[in-house]
């Protein structure tokens, strides 16, 4: 049971960064824009640097993909973000072969609402192999809870195995569904809201990391991610296919298996939905 350990790895390093960043959320943390116009604080490098240790400390030969290492290339390439260039993935470096573990990582999802002290970060930490991911682990920091999943055990919370029956007693009998949005968007992603906006209810936390463990806990249907990366998704989408959802890009091909050694850092627009019938439906509005 190999992803098992790779669980225990996640949960254990997502942990480590989330409570790294909580302690850190006390000090005036100094914020700057990268590249593509987000914000970085000093508690997401240093919870990424610590989050990667935890990692190579266990599987010193594994591969890592973080938020920002791939945003700033230059930080990678020295290691100062806590990894030996040997093991970061980025443009500069050798390919990820298809048998070897990349883990991807998101130190702080969610850092605009924790440079301003809002509720809702956390830490997401994913290992894939083969394009898809086999274990991972997300620490909502606010709420002080761990979810995890592996292929071979399964979606928990906590230490405790959660299954779909009490997720689905979680939704209840409502007949609108509760979807995640992003913040503003245009084009299709924007369609499909406007048109959810009567039959359905929106919700937006500012974690699509979280977002993903809602839904395979039972308090969220669905979520549209059209500005999120990878290290938004990949661990969620583990969450939400052990709970039985649906995952795919808007035009209704698959966004697993990911190519890992294409990406740079490019918007992931897609889907994810507590089931296959909830993704159709939601998806419906396109096809007129």
């Not at 240093?46 to 990692?55: C, D, M, N, P, S």
């Not at 209810?201 to 993903?212: F, I, M, S, V």
Request: proline share 5%; aromatic share 6%.
């Amino acid at each position: 049971m190999e992803t098992a350990g790779l669980r225990q790895i996640a949960v254990g390093a997502a942990l480590a960064g989330g409570l790294l960043a909580r302690r850190m959320r006390s000090h005036l943390l100094d914020v700057r824009l990268k590249h593509d116009g987000s914000e970085v604080s000093e508690a997401d490098l240093r919870a990424q640097e610590l989050v990667v240790r935890t990692i190579l400390a266990a599987r010193p030969h594994d591969r890592i993909l973080g938020e920002e290492t791939l945003a700033e290339p230059a930080t990678a390439a020295t290691g100062a973000a806590g990894g030996h260039p040997a093991n970061i993935v980025h443009p500069a470096a050798r390919r990820l072969e298809p048998d070897e573990v990349c883990w991807i990582i998101d130190p702080i999802d969610g850092t605009r609402n924790y440079v301003r002290g809002l509720p809702g970060y956390g830490c997401a930490v994913a290992a894939m192999r083969g394009g898809r991911t086999i274990a991972a682990a997300t620490y909502d920091v606010s709420d002080d809870c761990m979810y995890s999943a592996s292929l071979d055990e399964g979606f928990f919370i906590g230490g405790e195995r959660f299954e779909r029956a009490r997720a689905d007693a979680r939704r209840g009998r409502t007949a609108k569904l509760l979807i995640a949005v992003p913040s503003g968007v245009f084009g299709d992603p924007r369609r499909l809201i406007e048109a959810w906006f009567a039959p359905h209810l929106l919700r937006n936390y500012g974690a699509a990391a979280l977002h993903l463990c809602y839904i395979a806990a039972g308090g969220l249907d669905a979520m549209l991610a059209a500005d999120c990366r990878l290290w938004d998704l990949a661990g969620g989408a583990l969450f939400v296919e052990a709970m039985g959802g649906k995952i795919a890009r808007l035009d209704g091909s698959p966004l697993f298996p990911f190519d890992v050694n294409s990406y740079r850092g490019e918007p992931l627009t897609s889907l994810f939905a507590r089931d296959e019938a909830t993704h159709a439906q939601l998806l419906s509005p396109l096809a007129g």
